[in-house]
């Protein structure tokens, strides 16, 4: 069994989100930019950003 590694799971998960339009990764510098939606998909332009963190803790459940 793998055990959660904080400190890994911030260098993966921590400023990273991913597009709800078309899944590609996104890496942002800060939260606050998101919030104010300054953080556009590099595909396609979407602002519907999601953290990645969150998908993970669905697949735990
Ligand atoms: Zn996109």
Do not use: Q, W
């Not at 993966?12 to 709800?20: A, N």
């Not at 963190?53 to 669905?58: A, V, W």
């Amino acid at each position: 069994m793998e055990k959660a590694n904080p400190i890994a799971d911030n260098r993966l998960f921590k400023g990273v989100y991913v597009c709800r339009n078309c899944k590609a990764k996104i890496r942002a510098p800060n939260a606050k930019l998101i919030r104010l939606n300054k953080v556009r998909c590099r595909r396609c332009g979407s602002i519907a950003l999601r953290p990645k963190h969150k998908e993970l803790r669905k697949l735990k459940v």
